[in-house]
């Protein structure tokens, strides 16, 4: 068990409709990190927080947009959803923002677009 | 770009063998190297990490080796076990970018045979 909580598991929607991906760091964590992984491909960098402020952004569309919130709790909201934003939708957390400081990853949610 | 390329989507290896993991960058920015062990519905755990100032980082059955001329990492895992079956990913970051997002390959898949 990482100590990374993501909720909820799975999530099925239609195309055109808004979700919201929650994750709770692990105990002490400062910086959340989400990542996007679609069939057959690696994980592919959203974004990351560091202590409620925005750190890096990666190849996130505008359609997609994240907080952390004061408690360190993180929420990932998917918009005007597609097909194509169906994939697995991991949260990592790590101690602080360094570029050495490992991940611990969450078991993600997979998220289905009909 | 794929800027770290893992090139064997699979690999299978004979129990008590050795395994050998590889991955490229292209990124002559990246500075620090990590390994991801991911089983089927569970994110991915953090496994081993080597700095560029180093070439060999060892950890019981698992060593990771850095060629930074040739900008290729590889895992090993000596001997390999049936538990060891799962998808390996490599990643990198780069302190200097200012970001600290750490860059992904896509995955190795390996099984070991009892």
């Known amino acids: 068990d990482s100590g990374v909580t993501q909720t909820p598991k799975h999530l099925i929607t239609a195309t055109g409709q808004r979700v919201t991906l929650r994750c709770s760091p692990r105990?002490?964590?400062?910086?959340v990190y989400w990542y996007q992984q679609s069939l057959d491909q690696g994980l592919q960098f959203l974004i990351q927080y560091y202590n409620g402020e925005e750190r890096a952004k990666g190849n996130i569309l505008e359609r997609f947009s994240a907080q952390q919130f004061p408690d360190l709790h993180s929420e990932l909201n998917l918009s005007s959803l597609e097909l194509g934003d169906s994939a697995l939708y991991f949260c990592?957390?790590?101690?602080?923002?360094?570029?050495?400081?490992?991940?611990?990853f969450g078991n993600g949610t997979r998220l289905t677009v009909t | 770009d794929q800027q770290v390329k893992q090139n064997s989507p699979s690999l299978s290896v004979q129990e008590g063998r050795i395994s050998i993991l590889n991955c490229d960058y292209t990124?002559?920015?990246?500075?620090?190297f990590l390994w991801y062990k991911k089983y089927p519905a569970e994110g991915p755990t953090f496994l081993i990490s080597?700095?560029?100032?180093?070439d060999k980082n060892e950890d019981g059955r698992f060593t990771v080796f850095l060629n930074k001329s040739a900008k290729h990492l590889s895992l090993h895992i000596v001997p390999s076990q049936p538990g060891d079956s799962a998808v390996y990913f490599c990643a990198a970051s780069a302190a200097s970018s200012g970001t600290y997002k750490y860059i992904f390959g896509t995955g190795t898949r390996l099984k070991v045979l009892a």
């Open positions: 080597i700095s560029s100032i180093k």
């Open positions: 990592a957390s790590s101690l602080d923002s360094s570029y050495n400081s490992p991940l611990h």
């Open positions: 990124n002559s920015m990246f500075d620090y």
């Open positions: 105990s002490g964590d400062l910086s």
